[in-house]
Antibody, heavy 119, light 112 residues
Framework: QVKLLQSGAALVKPGDSVKMSCKASGYTFTDYIIHWVKQSHGKSLEWIGYINPYSGGTNYNEKFKSKATLTVDKSSSTAYMEFSRLTSEDSAIYYC????????????WGQGVMVTVSS | DIVMTQGVLPNPVPSGESASITCRSSKSLVYKDGKTYLNWFLQRPGQSPQLLTYWMSTRASGVSDRFSGSGSGTYFTLKISRVRAEDAGVYYCQQVREYPLTFGSGTKLEIK
């Protein structure tokens, strides 16, 4: 079955970067795009951007363009998101989700990665 | 960016009753292909969001027919019939008409 397995929780210092992973299984990795979504504590969801594993093409929310970098490793069916110059505002849960281009829907989600930014 | 505004439910809802969750968009979500690009998700406590419907009213695979989406270009409703304890959580609408994709602030459903 389709699964998106994300890396573990991270505790990072202000100003540092964090790189998280999202390993896909149960489907052909290059047939679907991967979205990334931020959920601050007790709050709603924000779309960060997506990457197309087939082409490597990306589409970022302008708000996160200078903050997030999306990449993939097709050989291991893994998507990555690096978040840089972290501040307390970046403390949140980050989800990856599989995107179906035809309907623009997120049909499977990872379990989420909790990132805590603290000195 | 398209702003999504969700309504509040008079919680808790008695088990077996129906509940309607509303969502409004700041711009029409109807695309030139005639489809309305509005998705609904449920996030149960401690879990990742789960896709319920897309194209405003098409249920995702495996989703109960107790969930039904409807609406116009800017006003949408997700109706849950015969609510059960497992329906409790936060419901989000999401517009996918244009980028950046945006979500509503969420509507909490509690079951009595």
């Amino acid at each position: 079955q389709v699964k998106l397995l994300q890396s573990g929780a991270a505790l990072v210092k202000p100003g540092d970067s964090v790189k998280m992973s999202c390993k896909a299984s149960g489907y052909t990795f290059t047939d679907y795009i991967i979205h990334w979504v931020k959920q601050s504590h007790g709050k709603s969801l924000e779309w960060i951007g997506y990457i197309n594993p087939y082409s490597g093409g990306t589409n970022y929310n302008e708000k996160f363009k200078s903050k997030a970098t999306l990449t993939v490793d097709k050989s291991s069916s893994t998507a990555y998101m690096e978040f840089s110059r972290l501040t307390s505002e970046d403390s949140a849960i980050y989800y990856c989700a599989r995107g179906v281009l035809r309907i623009i829907a997120f049909d499977y989600w990872g379990q989420g990665v909790m990132v805590t930014v603290s000195s | 960016d398209i702003v999504m505004t969700q309504g509040v439910l008079p919680n808790p809802v008695p088990s077996g009753e129906s509940a309607s969750i509303t969502c409004r968009s700041s711009k029409s979500l109807v695309y030139k292909d005639g489809k309305t690009y509005l998705n609904w998700f449920l996030q149960r406590p401690g879990q990742s969001p789960q896709l319920l419907t897309y194209w405003m009213s098409t249920r995702a695979s495996g989703v109960s027919d107790r969930f039904s989406g409807s609406g116009s270009g800017t006003y949408f409703t997700l109706k849950i019939s015969r609510v059960r304890a497992e329906d409790a959580g936060v419901y989000y609408c999401q517009q996918v008409r244009e980028y950046p994709l945006t979500f509503g602030s969420g509507t909490k459903l509690e079951i009595k």
